[in-house]
């Protein structure tokens, strides 16, 4: 059963700072990997897909990179400002687990100004 | 595009009544998801539709929910006997359909916040 892990669940930073987001997953037969953004009492948006052949994805201020070998993928948020104060969530769609993402249990951000 | 849309957006019932939401996908997606998440947890799966083919469910689908998707548009998910447990945030995606080098990208709906009391 794959399971995916977020560590930390909480993270505090001021602004301006540069943010490093981890997502641990323990099945590397993903399809592909997802992250997401979730603003209080809301529905998610999607940041970034990386598909299983790509390394890294890339967005404006944000990046996402994937090692599938030691199962873990990491969203950086440059110059992090107030906005981007949100749960941050990665979910993993796996080859053999038909279309469902399984999620991790989300960061939790604050950027202060 | 106008996003995928849920109604209603809160619901508060009594334990034992039944309830139903709605989901609304994007146009032109065929593919259709219900997950539920509750507080500070991230979503799980329910269900999920290919056009009007319920082809995936998940075990935490008991039997007093029901999901369908008639005319491969729209969809409903119903819950009979409402539980204090089953108080959640009940969330609903839709992504086109799948062809090799596109994106799998889901698009999330509002959410329906259910509270059973």
């Known amino acids: 059963k794959q399971e995916v892990t977020q560590i930390p669940a909480a993270l505090s930073v001021p602004e301006g700072e540069n943010l490093v987001l981890n997502c641990s997953f323990t099945d590397s037969a993903i399809y592909n990997l997802q992250w997401f953004r979730q603003d209080p009492g809301k529905g998610l948006t999607s940041l970034l897909l990386i598909q299983s052949s790509q390394r890294e994805q890339t967005s404006g201020r944000l990046n996402a990179s994937l090692d599938k070998s030691s199962g873990r993928s990491t969203l950086y948020i440059a110059a992090s400002q107030p906005g981007d104060s949100a749960t941050y969530l990665c979910a993993v769609r796996l080859w053999a687990a038909g279309n469902k993402l399984t999620f991790g249990g989300g960061t939790r951000v604050l950027v202060k100004p | 595009d106008t996003g995928v849309s849920q109604d209603p957006r809160h619901k508060i019932t009594k334990r034992g009544q039944n309830v139903t939401f709605r989901c609304d996908p994007i146009s032109e997606h065929n593919r259709l998801y219900w997950y539920r998440q509750t507080l500070g947890q991230g979503p799980e799966f329910l269900t999920y539709?290919?056009?009007?083919?319920?082809?995936?469910k998940s075990r935490l689908l008991s039997d007093r929910f029901s999901a369908e998707r008639p005319k491969g548009s729209f969809s409903t998910l119903e819950i009979q006997r409402t539980e204090q447990g089953d108080s959640a945030m009940y969330l609903c995606?839709?992504?086109?359909?799948?062809?090799?080098?596109?994106?799998?990208?889901?698009?999330f709906g509002p959410g329906t916040r259910l509270t059973v009391l």
């Open positions: 995606a839709s992504s086109p359909p799948e062809v090799a080098g596109t994106t799998d990208t889901q698009y």
């Open positions: 539709f290919q056009n009007e083919a319920q082809l995936e």
